[in-house]
Nanobody, 116 residues
Framework: QVQVVESGGGLVQAGGSLRLSCAASGSMFGINGMGWYRQAPGKQRELVARITSGGNENYADSVKGRFTISGDNAKNTVSLQMNNLKPEDTAVYYC??????????WGQGTQVTVSS
């Protein structure tokens, strides 16, 4: 069973920075990609940023230029550096890992709160 464990998050003022980290373990089929999603109260879960094992990255338009995703294939880890945070970035952030079969695995979520 694949486990996805997140760390980081917290409370920060607008304009501040936070870093989220995530590690996936236990996959017998490797990890093809990892990413971060977020869900704000009353809204659907949305993609924030993803990175493939080949290093291809994609970002939500709302975070481009402010957030940076990075990954370590050997360790199956991914990090999200979030700069210039805005109140609208407030949400529960979830780490996602996709294994070699295309199956999704999710972390438990970590709260990010940005005060104005």
């Amino acid at each position: 069973q694949v486990q996805v464990v997140e760390s980081g998050g917290g409370l920060v003022q607008a304009g501040g920075s936070l870093r989220l980290s995530c590690a996936a373990s236990g996959s017998m089929f490797g990890i093809n990609g990892m990413g971060w999603y977020r869900q704000a109260p009353g809204k659907q879960r949305e993609l924030v940023a993803r990175i493939t094992s080949g290093g291809n990255e994609n970002y939500a338009d709302s975070v481009k230029g402010r957030f940076t995703i990075s990954g370590d294939n050997a360790k199956n880890t991914v990090s999200l550096q979030m700069n210039n945070l805005k109140p609208e970035d407030t949400a529960v952030y979830y780490c996602n890992a996709v294994d070699g079969r295309g199956h999704d695995y999710w972390g438990q979520g970590t709260q990010v709160t940005v005060s104005s």
